[in-house]
């Protein structure tokens, strides 16, 4: 009998056997997990195993994959509580350790497979547990690769199992197809797996991103601030596929970088729907936001800059003619003035931003807006974002309104990524978003977000209910765990797992990508070892076309070489 991996009584690694099971089930059900009782008599201890830990189950008819997400200490006898033997006589203890004491771990079973199956089919959903005292093992790299597949143009390595040296792979499609999010606190390495991702999207080729990169880590470089070093960004390592725009020439420049296009923006293109956004940041009331509305019906299109250009009496004499509160009316005018010291606003510019930016996407480019130093100013960030965001939304759904009537193909996929994303996403505002809109709309239009936060509480809980992947790193805050968790099958135990992950490159990931949770150790990023993978998966570096007569692996090998001498 084969159970679909490896024949019964080898292994997955090389057809070795199986070692001792590291226990059996003793008790548990479907929805809370099942108890294994740790073998007194194998090699692995209490002390060996750890939440987190990729396990899996040998039952009469299938083979179940899980995660441990529990360990107990338990004893068969109540005096030993009160009563422990001697630790100085070893001879007791052996005899105890195991039998009338003994470690009992709970694993959450995910996934099952039919011990006759196919070579082609693949586990599905747990829908029932394993018998009474069936044996359970750590998972070898073939289970591994059984359910999370082999890395391919499909499938992205993005780290491996706890204590184990295999990859886990992301379904790229499934990632894509909703909007997905990246938490974690300060410190955890999230922009480092959100690198990790961007390069997996460009290595599916299907769907482009366009990133408002905040502090300028993904374009051209980024700071590796644990050791103290750059590293590159995606536009060094794959120059024809990536398209770099700046908010801030200079800071590009003094970074090495040549932007591809510098944005302006026209204070004609900033709607009322934009200050209403910022007016927590703005520090702006109910009245004074909604008086844009007004100023905008009265004024025009170009409303902002003849509303700036007001002073004075001329102010009064606006406030009344709208009917609006003239204290209001002032701090509007007052908040809306720091907008003059940032330079990439224009009161004249007939070139719109978003309009380039598209043009782009639809090349199959994937672009990085750096925000340079304004980045540290969360109004221009909010601004910016939500501003180009709202209006690349419109023309994707003209596009796609246009190819349901037969007038022209489907917009190529976009994922638009935002960091801080509770600034946007909070319940206060969602509603009022085009970000909220997106995450809702499923890719209804061809677009989905890529959200990034270390505050995933403060989101609005229908949005988060939304995100079909979350990778969630280390976080310490309940209301945040809570939020990351919910409605997610199995959160209790999982609460637990997650809880308990190391600060730095651990992650816990779950959703549509990966057909099961699992915690991985992400991969590296920043050596050139990790970089030259990273080209080789996605194929191409320098430049899109090789020399003549030379292979796919002659160019791979000379992009490399070119890059890191």
Request: hydrophobic share 40%; aromatic share 8%; net charge negative.
């Amino acid at each position: 009998m084969t159970n679909g991996f490896y024949p019964s009584g080898s292994g997955g690694d090389g057809g070795l056997p199986f070692s001792v099971p590291m226990g059996a089930v003793v008790g548990g059900s479907l929805t809370e997990g099942v108890d294994i009782r740790l073998n007194p008599t194998g090699d692995i201890l209490i002390e060996d195993v750890k939440v987190g830990t990729f396990v899996t189950i040998r039952g009469q008819r299938y083979r179940f994959f899980g995660v441990v997400t529990d360990l107990e200490l338990n004893s068969s006898d109540a005096r030993l509580r009160h009563a422990p033997p001697d630790s100085g006589d070893p001879v007791i203890m052996e005899a105890v350790s195991g039998t009338m004491a003994y470690g009992v771990v709970s694993v959450l079973p995910n996934m099952a497979l039919p011990l006759v199956s196919g070579s082609d089919e693949r586990p599905v959903a747990a829908k029932t547990v394993p018998s009474h005292f069936s044996p359970a093992f750590p998972a070898t790299g073939a289970d591994v690769a059984a359910v999370f597949g082999q890395e391919d143009e499909r499938h992205f390595w993005i780290g491996a199992p706890l204590d184990m040296d295999t990859r886990v792979c992301l379904d790229l499609d499934n990632l894509v197809r909703r909007s997905f999010g990246v938490f974690g606190k300060s410190g955890t390495g999230k922009t480092f797996l959100t690198r990790l991702l961007l390069v997996g999207i460009l290595q599916g080729g299907d769907a482009s991103s366009l990133i408002f990169d905040m502090h300028s880590e993904y374009g051209w470089s980024g700071q590796d601030s644990d050791r103290d070093r750059q590293v590159k960004g995606l536009k060094q390592l794959f120059p024809s596929r990536v398209s770099t725009f700046t908010l801030d020439e200079e800071s590009s420049r003094r970074r090495g970088s040549s932007p591809d296009e510098v944005v302006r923006i026209g204070y004609g293109e900033i709607e009322p729907e934009d200050i209403e956004l910022l007016k927590d940041n703005l520090n702006l009331s109910d009245v004074a936001a909604s008086a844009a509305f007004n100023l905008q019906q009265r004024l025009g299109v170009n409303w902002l800059a003849e509303f700036l250009q007001r002073q004075g009496a001329d102010l009064g004499e606006l406030a009344e003619d709208l009917g609006v509160n003239r204290a209001a009316l002032g701090a509007l005018h007052n908040r809306l003035s720091r907008f003059r010291r940032f330079p990439f606003l224009e009161e004249a510019n007939s070139h719109s931003a978003a309009a380039t930016i598209i043009e782009h996407l639809e090349r199959g480019k994937h672009v990085v807006l750096e925000f340079g130093r304004y980045g540290r100013d969360l109004s221009a960030y909010i601004l910016v974002s939500n501003l180009l965001s709202r209006r690349i939304h419109e023309r994707y759904v003209e596009l796609k309104e246009e190819a349901e009537g037969g007038q022209g193909g489907d917009p190529r996929p976009l994922v638009i990524v935002i960091e801080e994303a509770h600034r946007f996403l909070s319940p206060s505002i969602a509603s009022q978003t085009t970000f909220a809109n997106i995450a809702r709309e499923l890719r209804k239009y061809n677009v989905t977000l890529m959200v990034i936060d270390q505050r995933p509480g403060s989101i609005d809980s229908e949005v988060m209910s939304q995100l079909g992947t979350r990778f969630t790193c280390a976080l310490d805050n309940e209301r945040d765990i809570e939020a990351v968790l919910s409605g997610t099958s199995g959160s209790r135990q999982l609460r637990g797992v997650l809880a308990r992950l190391e600060e730095k490159q651990q992650a816990l990931v779950f959703g549509h990508a990966v057909p099961m949770p699992v915690v991985v150790h992400t991969r590296e990023y920043g050596t050139p070892e990790s970089y030259a993978q990273l080209m080789e998966r996605v194929g191409v570096g320098a430049s899109e076309a090789g020399r003549p007569g030379e292979t796919r692996e002659e160019r791979v090998e000379r992009e490399i070489n070119e890059l890191f001498g």
